[in-house]
């Protein structure tokens, strides 16, 4: 192997990994989704936002198992790899891409439109440019984008603040009645519709190589971060529909900014409004930054051409997978602006369908890496604990997947068809690799020796990558 493929140096401290975690959770759905969800399930959107942060517990705490023991590159490809299948490891990748592209057409799309309320550029131009930019703050590395995302959380919060603060004392206690006008069915779309953003916490274990101190830090920022983003999103809901009665907010677009005019001279209502853009900054930057490490740690072992694999020398990033996955939606961007919408739904499927098997690598990963499971930081009992985080998310995911699925079938069908053309490439991959398929199958279910390493020396400082006999395989020794 070439030095190309050693391993990212550049590290995170637990601020930075906090502002990536809660950044990418308190985004653009924060201001999108609590107004037009009151305007169907009514005042009960707020008991919505609180629900939805208990099986969003079990991600989290599952992400944290996996992310304390075994913290690594490109995580959930690693893990499920690993301890499920080398095949859906393999679609993680392979699905991740499309989820990319869509996503940041999302926040692009997402971050013209509130621009617009402020300047009359054209939406193309701001399209284009915010792809661009982001492109080169994720080439600069992981650095870069940490210190950013500390700044577009601080004017995020800021904003949050400046609109749930002064609305506490101007809520109207009458609009929290009746609970639920329109009975339990709205609401139950809303607890689901609120867990999506939650989804994100997931991403974390994507950058466990690039990370201090990661066994310790991981579960560290993904605890606390969940009851941080929890808390925002109750305040902002109980104070939202407290200002403004749920019938109107139904109908209103940017309801946040608009029920901030109500109590809120319009310099401060303006402020708010800008909130949705550093939303939209803070979740993009992470977008980019974890698929460009799952798709460079799957070129690792091979099963993605090699190219995706190579760390440039000078800013040591993966930047062959950040240009993959950054330049196609420049280019997608005008002709998919009203197709996009309808990508969500898919993107919400597969990532439940990887947390899902995420579930299971989880129940696996005492057996096939007993070192890993014993020395980490946290630790949950197998037949206590464990099980119960594992059958709770196992749960979650196929429960959330066939709502979603029996919302929108043709989205179910849609993934079904990419998961067949990814096993038709994955199969085409093994033939091409010839006689060294053996090694490919031996590679994409041992740990690379850096990441075997880890469960002895729990840190990657100094640590040099290597490929080969010392490998941890998944095995008791």
């Given at each position: 192997?070439?030095?190309?493929?050693?391993?990212?140096?550049?590290?995170?401290?637990?601020?930075?990994?906090?502002?990536?975690?809660?950044?990418?959770?308190?985004?653009?759905?924060?201001?999108?989704?609590?107004?037009?969800?009151?305007?169907?399930?009514?005042?009960?959107?707020?008991?919505?936002?609180?629900?939805?942060?208990?099986?969003?517990?079990?991600?989290?705490?599952?992400?944290?198992?996996?992310?304390?023991?075994?913290?690594?590159?490109?995580?959930?490809?690693?893990?499920?790899?690993?301890?499920?299948?080398?095949?859906?490891?393999?679609?993680?990748?392979?699905?991740?891409?499309?989820?990319?592209?869509?996503?940041?057409?999302?926040?692009?799309?997402?971050?013209?439109?509130?621009?617009?309320?402020?300047?009359?550029?054209?939406?193309?131009?701001?399209?284009?440019?915010?792809?661009?930019?982001?492109?080169?703050?994720?080439?600069?590395?992981?650095?870069?984008?940490?210190?950013?995302q500390v700044v577009f959380l601080a004017l995020l919060v800021a904003a949050l603040a400046t609109f749930i603060?002064?609305?506490?004392?101007?809520?109207?206690?009458?609009?929290?009645?009746?609970?639920?006008?329109?009975?339990?069915?709205?609401?139950?779309?809303?607890?689901?519709?609120?867990?999506?953003?939650?989804?994100?916490?997931?991403?974390?274990?994507?950058?466990?190589?690039?990370?201090?101190?990661?066994?310790?830090?991981?579960?560290?920022?993904?605890?606390?971060?969940?009851?941080?983003?929890?808390?925002?999103?109750?305040?902002?809901?109980?104070?939202?529909?407290?200002?403004?009665?749920?019938?109107?907010?139904?109908?209103?677009?940017?309801?946040?900014?608009?029920?901030?005019?109500?109590?809120?001279?319009?310099?401060?209502?303006?402020?708010?409004?800008?909130?949705?853009?550093?939303?939209?900054?803070?979740?993009?930057?992470?977008?980019?930054?974890?698929?460009?490490?799952?798709?460079?740690?799957?070129?690792?072992?091979?099963?993605?051409?090699?190219?995706?694999?190579?760390?440039?020398?000078?800013?040591?990033?993966?930047?062959?997978?950040?240009?993959?996955?950054?330049?196609?939606?420049?280019?997608?961007?005008?002709?998919?602006?009203?197709?996009?919408?309808?990508?969500?739904?898919?993107?919400?499927?597969?990532?439940?369908?990887?947390?899902?098997?995420?579930?299971?690598?989880?129940?696996?990963?005492?057996?096939?890496?007993?070192?890993?499971?014993?020395?980490?930081?946290?630790?949950?009992?197998?037949?206590?604990?464990?099980?119960?985080?594992?059958?709770?998310g196992m749960t979650v995911a196929a429960g959330f997947w066939l709502v979603t699925l029996l919302r929108v079938?043709?989205?179910?069908?849609?993934?079904?068809?990419?998961?067949?053309?990814?096993?038709?490439?994955?199969?085409?991959?093994?033939?091409?690799?010839?006689?060294?398929?053996?090694?490919?199958?031996?590679?994409?279910?041992?740990?690379?020796?850096?990441?075997?390493?880890?469960?002895?020396?729990?840190?990657?400082?100094?640590?040099?990558?290597?490929?080969?006999?010392?490998?941890?395989?998944?095995?008791?020794?």
């Open positions: 192997m070439s030095d190309d493929h050693s391993v990212l140096t550049e590290r995170v401290g637990l601020v930075g990994v906090m502002a990536l975690v809660v950044g990418n959770a308190i985004s653009i759905p924060i201001f999108v989704l609590p107004g037009p969800l009151a305007g169907s399930a009514g005042p009960s959107v707020v008991l919505a936002a609180l629900v939805a942060a208990v099986p969003a517990a079990f991600v989290v705490l599952y992400n944290a198992q996996l992310g304390s023991a075994m913290p690594v590159a490109g995580g959930l490809y690693v893990y499920i790899s690993r301890l499920t299948s080398p095949f859906w490891g393999f679609l993680v990748p392979f699905t991740l891409s499309v989820v990319t592209w869509a996503s940041l057409l999302f926040a692009a799309i997402g971050f013209a439109e509130y621009t617009r309320f402020f300047v009359g550029l054209p939406a193309d131009l701001l399209i284009y440019g915010f792809l661009v930019f982001v492109l080169v703050v994720n080439l600069l590395g992981v650095k870069t984008v940490a210190r950013l603060l002064p609305g506490a004392f101007a809520v109207d206690t009458a609009n929290y009645t009746p609970l639920f006008p329109e009975g339990p069915g709205p609401f139950a779309v809303a607890v689901v519709a609120l867990f999506y953003p939650y989804l994100g916490f997931g991403l974390l274990t994507e950058l466990g190589e690039e990370i201090d101190d990661p066994g310790r830090t991981i579960p560290i920022a993904l605890l606390s971060g969940i009851v941080i983003v929890a808390v925002v999103y109750l305040l902002l809901t109980v104070v939202l529909v407290g200002v403004m009665p749920w019938q109107q907010l139904g109908g209103t677009e940017a309801a946040v900014a608009v029920a901030a005019t109500r109590f809120l001279p319009s310099w401060a209502a303006g402020f708010v409004a800008l909130g949705a853009i550093f939303a939209v900054l803070s979740t993009v930057n992470t977008t980019l930054l974890v698929g460009s490490r799952t798709v460079m740690r799957a070129a690792r072992d091979g099963i993605l051409p090699e190219e995706f694999a190579r760390i440039h020398p000078t800013l040591g990033t993966p930047h062959i997978s950040v240009l993959a996955l950054g330049v196609p939606p420049v280019f997608l961007a005008t002709v998919v602006q009203q197709e996009v919408v309808e990508l969500s739904v898919f993107i919400a499927l597969a990532t439940l369908t990887a947390l899902f098997f995420a579930a299971i690598a989880l129940w696996n990963l005492p057996v096939d890496f007993p070192e890993h499971y014993r020395n980490a930081t946290l630790r949950f009992r197998r037949y206590r604990g464990l099980l119960f985080v594992v059958v709770g079938p043709e989205a179910g069908l849609l993934l079904v068809g990419w998961f067949l053309l990814g096993y038709g490439y994955y199969r085409y991959r093994v033939t091409q690799v010839g006689e060294d398929s053996e090694g490919l199958f031996m590679r994409m279910v041992t740990l690379d020796s850096h990441e075997a390493a880890f469960a002895r020396e729990q840190s990657y400082e100094g640590v040099e990558e290597m490929r080969g006999e010392d490998a941890e395989t998944g095995s008791d020794d």
